[in-house]
């Protein structure tokens, strides 16, 4: 193919770009909108030539079938190629061949693994891509650049930039270990299925999520070395669909981040640049947010009050009741802050104190005696204690 003819077919048609458009537009304004029959324009011809040249123009390794463009362009014909393609894809007999790993080295020595698909997967993949990815993008947030069209790096550390210069001077920073190895199958199709219930379109993600990976020995010979169809984790670097389901998938933190108002409450922004992010802090209070000496005061009083010997003759379940309303109230303010260590003082002192009322109660004076008779899970177990949380409890982005 011709150069002049590639970057002609690299503008995208005004027939796809207008069902991009309308794909967006109805996902913008209808959040809850859930997509069917999108699986028909995965292989018309305009398309399946279209991603052909994006594909091309990306270059790349071979899969695991060694075919690259000029082989397809000397011995198939371009032509002969989509149109085989498409009719498994319109048959559904279309099945990914495994994927092909290799291994990058990184600046620190060590190495990640990258998977490569054949081009043939590569050009379904993609088309797949261009039909639902205008659907995730009226979800995504601003603050998200990684793997996004008319976003990049240079975006991101603009608003970083610009964050700093607003007093947001603390900052976290956040790489997720393997994070696309470690994506839950299950749990990403779920997010996908929030928008898309075309039933097509979420089996043919899900032959790409469970293609095998092939690895090879120093001496060439290659073997299995993960995938198949009982992997259960884990999309391929490498794979044309991968970035926009690592997106999918982490946008539920920056839908959390929303949902919990963090940016108020936290006094904080975030910035996601695909698996990596930074969470920029105003002032010196969030980084080592904790509730302040007097509030733990106050709630330790509280519970002592509520718990103390004279209000053994009310009934045991109001105790309770008192102790855990007071306790849930506290906890869940505290709770999105960084305050492990003070939520799991206050746990220990309402079963401290809730086993002293109880020994005062059964008229036992040795603390031994005590924990023996009522030791901490019997305390939530038998007679109800609400269990305060000790570590951060976001809700799941799917309630």
Partial sequence: MEEKGIAKLLTTPEAVRTLQ???????????????????????????????????????????????????????????????????????????????RRVMIPKADGSQRPLGIPTTRDRVAQMAVKLVIEPIFEADFCPNSYGFRPKKSAHGAVDEIAAALHQGYTRVIDADLSKYFDSIPHAKLLAVVAERIVDGAILHIIKLWLKAPVIGEDKDGTRKNVGGGKTNSKGTPQGGVISPLLSNCYLHLLDRIWERHQLHQKLEAQIVRYADDFVVLCAGKSYTHACPAPKSLVKIRDRITQLTARERTLIPLSDIVGSVNASLRGWANYFHYRNSSSALGKVKVHAEERLRIHLMNRHKIKDRRIGLGRFPSQQLYMKYGLYKVPTTAGWKSAHA
Wanted: proline share 4%.
């Fill in 21 to 99: 458009r309308k794909l967006y537009t109805k996902a913008k304004q209808e959040p809850a909108y859930r997509f069917y029959a999108l699986y028909d324009k995965v292989w018309r011809a305009d398309i399946l030539m279209h991603v052909y040249c994006l594909v091309r123009a990306n270059k790349g390794s071979s899969g695991v079938d060694g075919m690259n463009f000029e082989d397809i362009e000397q011995k198939t014909g371009i032509d002969t190629f989509l149109l085989e393609l498409a009719q498994d894809l319109k048959n559904k007999t279309y099945t990914p061949s495994p994927v």
